[in-house]
């Protein structure tokens, strides 16, 4: 398998524009995660689906973030408009429920984002 | 969920053994315990997971004390390959959504 795959790598946009960041899950797991890193706030869960559905989007930091699962393959996080203060590495993640032990979580390579 | 304290930084000579503690004094009897590594410009990666007692792979090893209250992440001869930053987490089981605090950042000098 390809490993969770995300896009872009990186993208430059100004203060106000939209951006959409994309992920593609290992095919077979049931649950995805978008995170966000910086070096003040460190890694944070902001969203996670399982089956699609989102479960608990308690760590979106405000309406202008948004995320959807249209179906097992892909998702979205989308930012609009986008601030300077968004500016971090976003990483998405996949794993496969149904373990009695904790599941582990595979990451993508994430997106470097950039707001102007 | 289990709060975890680990150290902020540590530096280690290559060749060396390193070793990396976590404390997590409130640990419940359904959680485990997860190191993730996370090497820069990319994202965490899930290197060993433990219950009790040891546990060894490739990359590490976990070690566990009776009252699971710590843990020791064992690096055995570390390379400049290693340095990175290595997260402890104590999940329960099947649980999904987890917390990364500020982890451990290893630096190996040669």
């Known amino acids: 398998d390809a490993g969770v795959i995300q896009s872009p790598r990186h993208e430059v946009t100004e203060m106000g524009q939209e951006v959409t960041l994309r992920c593609k899950p290992i095919?077979?797991?049931?649950?995805l995660f978008w995170y966000r890193q910086t070096m003040m706030r460190g890694l944070e869960l902001l969203i996670y689906f399982n089956n699609n559905v989102p479960i608990d989007d308690s760590g979106m930091p405000e309406d202008r973030f948004s995320a959807k699962m249209p179906n097992a393959s892909f998702s979205t996080l989308k930012i609009q408009p986008s601030e300077p203060r968004d500016s971090a590495v976003y990483f998405c993640a996949s794993s496969l429920s149904g373990l009695g032990s904790y599941n582990e979580q595979f990451f993508g390579p994430g997106t470097r984002l950039t707001v102007l | 969920l289990a709060k975890t304290t680990q150290p902020i930084s540590m530096d280690s000579y290559e060749g060396q053994e390193v070793n990396i503690t976590c404390s997590h004094n409130n640990i419940a009897t359904n959680d485990y315990i997860t190191w993730y590594q996370q090497f820069p410009s990319q994202g965490p990666r899930f290197i060993i997971q433990g219950y009790k007692t040891k546990v060894t792979n490739e990359v590490a090893s976990l070690f566990i004390p009776a009252d699971r209250k710590s843990s020791t992440l064992s690096l055995p001869r570390v390379s400049l390959s290693d340095t990175a930053v290595y997260y402890c987490?104590?999940?329960?089981?099947?649980?999904?959504?987890?917390?990364f605090g500020t982890g451990t950042k290893l630096q190996v000098i040669p």
């Open positions: 095919s077979g797991h049931d649950y």
């Open positions: 987490l104590v999940v329960p089981g099947g649980y999904q959504k987890v917390t």
